[in-house]
């Protein structure tokens, strides 16, 4: 069944609105009703970002681990500053607490040490040589767990009334029109947080082995046995924390006490902590899947024990309870292993990961929590596939089709993850996937296999699998791997030239749909039975993507061509780019004629048509594929106009179809964020950053759990949760999953395509340029080679601000490399030390970088 089709049917609750207060006839004025623009110069509301938060001091105090002298037994001699003691697991020194001693780890004697402070933790692995691993935690004094909090200093916050009203997007509009940009602290502060679950799983396994965990740490997943079938009462929870707590009653999950975390900030494995209010008491679950197909989870319960409890705790059934417990303090239980079972295979896990982020493109900001969130989102898709196959399901959910077809097949799903794999530098470890995928699901005549199951897919996708195929060769100069892709990319590229040869032979040249791509824009509209040529009007983003494929096609087989002396691919790529450039006139053709033939509110409004004969419409009018969907693939595509592009954006902003800068479907406060690469594409391209930044913040603040990063399909704003309407609005999905990872991407490092032109920091918030910050890159790839650099604020002249950038280049970049700088104070920039000045920029043009692989600029 069509997936929006279905939501549709099953929504069984009225339509639901967004609680930002609306003018109505004899309603007083309140500052939320007159909205952000009436207000003075203010501050927004706040709230702390207790996920990566660090008291003054606690930082320093995490990095301070223990040193060991040596091992005897069980028992381990260590240092702390200039206590010196031995410890059994269980005991502290300098407040980090022995809680596992791994005599062979990798072939060394190895003591595990693990502290908390306010909001954090971490786990360090210490030998007689030093510290090997330092694995950060996000989960730290358990007291301190609470709902996300609010503030609504102006009475303006987002809440869910009976029903949604189109307007004005006044959430949005208070962050953009404030002091400050916007950021997790101000864009958090307006409403509830989403409470999704938390993943655990491995690369082998895929998600047969995977489990979801709930809020108070209880797996989805019921135990493997005939019985759980029909008495899941029973045999309940294949994981179930309740039964490794010392009693019952006190632990009850209370909503919203939760903090749901990843170990690391990004493996795919569990961090949750609870806190039950009433009793004053909490516990801490960690739950890990080793490497390999056959690999069983392994558990850890970390309880606090309740003050003056001894000897009262209420016997807890058949669970762990009648052991015995200490007076005070903590206990610990491990589920299907011992201490020394979980704390070898975390390391393991560890190391995977974190050798797989920082071997190939370094990444040091402000805010930890969005960088954590680009790292998960990448890690959690790895661990969806099934092997090389792909998925768009993030563990196991609605969208689960084993073995692939359908939504497993879902080509928006694919290219996005060979997207942001190749954006942060792992173009080298997705090839294998991309080049499954183009050999499994690419049918003879160059179709999508998903074009001929359940729904039909827009053939613009063949254009962003070019592309991809085109920044993979640019990343890494890999020719046979180019080669190897190219008998399925002529295919790809001969199914779409016959559908744009079909309208060039059918229409006239002064027949708005000369020259486009004729086929469905969307799955859920796309039928295999009825895939014909007047199935669908002609939509200009499959136009503007093919054209893009090809375009960016050409240039790398030309590059591939001249790089190794390859006269064929050289005459390959003439051929295509003589069609690009075909394509791009008879679009442009069309273009003018459309936009000339709108009535004229059409015209007024600036709005940007979706088709050929896109003429007619009343600037209000907006579908809600049209903003979830069509107007994405536009901005993704990259047509060159700012002005079209702008015309989208205003159309959302007329029909009152957005919240947060993010799109909505209409009929509920309910955004689509499975597509919304899309408002990002477009609005990192903009001169005002602050917008890509509303979107970005929003996406994360609301689309998805802020924490553990669950990201549906669809979310409903605010406070959304899986199991709240329909399983295909709230499965998390693939591409909800990446937007963090592209978003963070185009904000630190942004390459034109139509220019010669790379952006450092484009979109970076002001307060990352405080006094004292830092930006730290390493090895990020462009088409003009892999460059790394650092931007760090110092104290100037007379308490102003200060900037030294320095920039380490190839040897031949060919580029103009633009360095962004937003003073917190707002004011321009008043000298550089090289480049062009401008007043939140610095200018190097490719004529000053030429022979430099080494540049520092002085700005102020």
Same mark, same amino acid.
């Given at each position: 069944?069509?997936?929006? !089709?279905?939501?549709?049917?099953?929504?069984?609750?009225?339509?639901?609105?967004?609680?930002?207060?609306?003018?109505?006839?004899?309603?007083?004025?309140?500052?939320?009703?007159?909205?952000?623009?009436?207000?003075?110069?203010?501050?927004?509301?706040?709230?702390?970002?207790?996920?990566?938060?660090?008291?003054?001091?606690?930082?320093?105090?995490?990095?301070?681990?223990?040193?060991?002298?040596?091992?005897?037994?069980?028992?381990?001699?260590? @240092? &702390?500053?200039?206590?010196?003691?031995?410890?059994?697991?269980?005991?502290?020194?300098?407040?980090?607490?022995?809680?596992?001693?791994?005599?062979?780890?990798?072939?060394?004697?190895?003591?595990?040490?693990?502290?908390?402070?306010?909001?954090?933790?971490?786990?360090? $692995?210490?030998?007689?040589?030093?510290?090997?691993?330092?694995?950060?935690?996000?989960?730290?004094?358990?007291?301190?767990?609470?709902?996300?909090?609010?503030?609504?200093?102006?009475?303006?916050?987002?809440? @869910?009334?009976?029903? *949604?009203?189109?307007?004005?997007?006044?959430?949005?509009?208070?962050?953009?029109?404030?002091?400050?940009?916007?950021?997790?602290?101000?864009?958090?502060?307006?409403?509830?947080?989403?409470?999704?679950?938390?993943?655990?799983?491995?690369?082998?396994?895929?998600?047969?082995?995977?489990?979801?965990?709930?809020?108070?740490?209880?797996?989805?997943?019921?135990?493997?046995?005939?019985?759980?079938?029909?008495?899941?009462?029973?045999?309940?929870?294949?994981?179930?924390?309740?039964?490794?707590?010392?009693?019952? *009653?006190?632990?009850?999950?209370?909503?919203?006490?939760?903090?749901?975390?990843?170990?690391?900030?990004?493996?795919?494995?569990?961090?949750?902590?609870?806190? %039950?209010?009433?009793?004053?008491?909490?516990?801490?679950?960690?739950?890990?899947?080793?490497?390999?197909?056959?690999?069983?989870?392994?558990?850890?319960?970390?309880?606090?024990?309740?003050?003056?409890?001894?000897?009262?705790?209420?016997?807890?059934?058949?669970?762990?309870?009648?052991?015995?417990?200490?007076?005070?303090?903590?206990?610990?239980?491990?589920? %299907?292993?011992?201490?020394?079972?979980?704390?070898?295979?975390?390391?393991?896990?560890?190391?995977?990961?974190?050798?797989?982020?920082?071997?190939?493109?370094?990444?040091?900001?402000?805010?930890?929590?969005?960088?954590?969130?680009?790292?998960?989102?990448?890690?959690?898709?790895?661990?969806?596939?099934?092997?090389?196959?792909?998925?768009?399901?993030?563990?196991?959910?609605?969208?689960?089709?084993?073995?692939?077809?359908?939504?497993?097949?879902?080509?928006?799903?694919?290219?996005?993850?060979?997207?942001?794999?190749?954006?942060?530098?792992?173009?080298?470890?997705?090839?294998?996937?991309?080049?499954? $995928?183009?050999?499994?699901?690419?049918?003879?005549?160059?179709?999508?296999?998903?074009?001929?199951?359940?729904?039909?897919?827009?053939?613009? %996708?063949?254009?962003?699998?070019?592309?991809?195929?085109?920044?993979?060769?640019?990343?890494?100069?890999?020719?046979?791997?180019? @080669?190897?892709?190219?008998?399925?990319?002529?295919?790809?590229?001969?199914?779409?030239?016959?559908?744009?040869?079909?309208?060039?032979?059918?229409?006239?040249?002064?027949?708005?749909?000369?020259?486009?791509? &004729?086929?469905?824009?969307?799955?859920?509209?796309?039928?295999?039975?009825?895939?014909?040529?007047?199935?669908?009007?002609?939509?200009?983003? %499959?136009?503007?993507?093919? &054209?893009?494929?090809?375009?960016?096609?050409?240039?790398?087989?030309?590059?591939?061509?001249?790089?190794?002396?390859?006269?064929?691919?050289?005459?390959?790529?003439?051929?295509?780019?003589?069609?690009?450039?075909?394509?791009?006139?008879?679009?442009?053709?069309?273009?003018?004629?459309?936009?000339?033939?709108?009535?004229?509110?059409?015209?007024?409004?600036?709005?940007?048509?979706?088709?050929?004969?896109?003429?007619?419409?009343?600037?209000?009018?907006?579908?809600?594929?049209?903003?979830?969907?069509?107007?994405?693939?536009?901005?993704?595509?990259?047509?060159?106009?700012?002005?079209?592009?702008?015309?989208?954006?205003?159309?959302?902003?007329?029909?009152?179809?957005?919240?947060?800068?993010?799109?909505?479907?209409?009929? *509920?406060?309910?955004?689509?964020?499975?597509?919304?690469?899309?408002?990002?594409?477009?609005?990192?391209?903009?001169?005002?950053?602050?917008?890509?930044?509303?979107?970005?913040?929003?996406?994360? =603040? $609301? /689309?998805?759990?802020?924490?553990?990063?669950?990201?549906?399909?669809?979310?409903?704003?605010?406070?959304?949760?899986?199991?709240?309407?329909?399983?295909?609005?709230?499965?998390?999905?693939?591409? !909800?999953?990446?937007?963090?990872?592209?978003?963070?991407?185009?904000?630190? =490092?942004?390459?034109?395509?139509?220019?010669?032109?790379?952006?450092?920091?484009?979109?970076?918030?002001?307060?990352?340029?405080?006094?004292?910050?830092?930006?730290?890159?390493?090895? =990020?790839?462009?088409?003009?080679?892999?460059?790394?650099?650092?931007?760090?604020?110092?104290?100037?002249?007379?308490?102003?601000?200060?900037?030294?950038?320095?920039?380490?280049?190839?040897?031949?970049?060919?580029?103009?490399?633009?360095?962004?700088?937003?003073?917190?104070?707002?004011?321009?920039?008043?000298?550089?030390?090289?480049?062009?000045?401008?007043?939140?920029?610095?200018?190097?043009?490719?004529?000053?970088? /030429?022979?430099?692989?080494?540049?520092?600029?002085?700005?102020?």
């Amino acid at each position: 069944m069509r997936r929006r !089709s279905f939501l549709k049917r099953a929504a069984a609750a009225p339509a639901l609105g967004l609680g930002i207060a609306r003018k109505t006839p004899g309603a007083r004025e309140t500052p939320a009703r007159r909205g952000a623009a009436s207000l003075p110069r203010y501050q927004p509301g706040r709230i702390p970002n207790e996920y990566d938060l660090f008291l003054p001091g606690e930082r320093e105090a995490l990095q301070d681990s223990p040193r060991v002298a040596s091992f005897e037994g069980n028992t381990v001699a260590a @240092r &702390w500053g200039g206590e010196a003691r031995t410890l059994k697991a269980g005991e502290s020194i300098g407040g980090w607490q022995l809680v596992a001693v791994l005599p062979w780890l990798n072939g060394v004697a190895t003591a595990v040490f693990e502290k908390h402070v306010t909001h954090q933790g971490a786990i360090a $692995y210490v030998t007689p040589m030093g510290e090997i691993a330092h694995i950060p935690k996000r989960i730290g004094d358990l007291a301190k767990i609470r709902p996300r909090p609010t503030s609504a200093p102006h009475g303006i916050k987002l809440e @869910r009334p009976a029903h *949604y009203t189109p307007g004005p997007d006044v959430a949005g509009d208070y962050i953009l029109n404030s002091e400050e940009d916007p950021s997790y602290e101000n864009v958090a502060a307006l409403g509830a947080e989403l409470i999704g679950w938390t993943l655990v799983a491995n690369e082998e396994a895929g998600p047969e082995k995977s489990l979801w965990l709930e809020a108070d740490g209880k797996s989805r997943q019921l135990v493997p046995d005939p019985q759980a079938l029909w008495a899941p009462d029973l045999t309940g929870r294949l994981f179930d924390p309740r039964r490794f707590l010392p009693s019952e *009653y006190l632990y009850e999950y209370v909503p919203g006490f939760s903090k749901r975390t990843l170990l690391g900030g990004y493996l795919p494995a569990a961090d949750i902590g609870l806190w %039950n209010p009433r009793f004053q008491v909490g516990y801490e679950v960690m739950v890990i899947l080793p490497a390999g197909a056959e690999a069983h989870p392994l558990g850890r319960v970390r309880a606090m024990l309740p003050l003056g409890a001894e000897g009262t705790l209420i016997p807890a059934g058949d669970t762990n309870a009648t052991k015995v417990v200490p007076r005070v303090g903590f206990v610990e239980r491990y589920w %299907n292993g011992s201490a020394e079972d979980f704390f070898s295979a975390l390391a393991g896990v560890w190391n995977k990961w974190h050798h797989f982020f920082t071997e190939k493109m370094r990444v040091e900001i402000p805010d930890e929590w969005l960088l954590d969130a680009a790292r998960a989102g990448i890690a959690l898709t790895r661990t969806s596939y099934r092997g090389l196959d792909p998925t768009y399901q993030i563990g196991e959910g609605a969208y689960t089709k084993i073995p692939e077809r359908s939504h497993a097949l879902f080509p928006v799903a694919h290219y996005e993850f060979v997207w942001a794999h190749q954006l942060w530098n792992l173009t080298e470890e997705v090839e294998p996937y991309f080049q499954h $995928y183009l050999e499994h699901y690419i049918l003879p005549d160059g179709n999508f296999l998903y074009n001929t199951q359940d729904q039909v897919e827009a053939p613009l %996708n063949a254009g962003v699998f070019l592309e991809n195929s085109a920044r993979a060769y640019d990343y890494t100069r890999d020719v046979e791997a180019l @080669r190897k892709r190219l008998p399925v990319l002529r295919k790809m590229i001969e199914f779409v030239l016959r559908r744009y040869r079909y309208s060039k032979d059918t229409f006239p040249e002064d027949d708005p749909r000369h020259g486009l791509i &004729w086929g469905s824009p969307e799955a859920d509209n796309g039928d295999p039975s009825n895939d014909f040529p007047e199935s669908h009007p002609y939509y200009y983003q %499959n136009a503007s993507w093919t &054209w893009r494929g090809f375009h960016e096609h050409a240039r790398s087989l030309e590059r591939a061509g001249s790089d190794h002396q390859d006269a064929e691919l050289r005459r390959e790529a003439e051929a295509i780019a003589r069609v690009a450039t075909e394509m791009r006139a008879d679009i442009e053709r069309s273009l003018r004629k459309t936009l000339d033939d709108r009535n004229p509110a059409m015209k007024q409004a600036g709005i940007t048509p979706f088709t050929a004969f896109d003429t007619l419409r009343k600037p209000a009018e907006l579908s809600s594929y049209e903003n979830h969907r069509y107007m994405m693939d536009w901005w993704t595509s990259d047509w060159g106009d700012p002005e079209l592009d702008a015309g989208h954006f205003k159309h959302r902003a007329v029909a009152g179809e957005q919240i947060m800068g993010m799109n909505i479907d209409g009929d *509920y406060p309910r955004t689509s964020n499975f597509m919304e690469h899309g408002t990002l594409a477009g609005r990192i391209r903009q001169e005002d950053y602050r917008p890509f930044l509303l979107a970005l913040y929003g996406n994360l =603040c $609301y /689309a998805m759990d802020s924490s553990n990063r669950y990201a549906p399909e669809d979310a409903l704003f605010p406070g959304n949760y899986p199991g709240e309407g329909s399983p295909y609005a709230w499965s998390a999905v693939v591409t !909800s999953e990446l937007q963090p990872a592209l978003g963070l991407r185009w904000l630190l =490092c942004y390459e034109e395509h139509n220019r010669a032109v790379v952006h450092l920091q484009k979109a970076a918030p002001k307060h990352w340029f405080g006094a004292g910050e830092r930006i730290r890159v390493e090895n =990020c790839p462009t088409r003009f080679g892999h460059i790394s650099w650092t931007t760090e604020a110092t104290g100037g002249a007379g308490n102003r601000p200060h900037w030294r950038v320095e920039i380490a280049l190839p040897e031949s970049f060919g580029a103009d490399l633009i360095v962004h700088i937003h003073p917190p104070s707002r004011e321009a920039l008043r000298s550089a030390s090289l480049g062009e000045l401008h007043a939140d920029r610095v200018v190097l043009p490719a004529s000053v970088l /030429a022979g430099r692989t080494k540049v520092t600029i002085e700005v102020s």
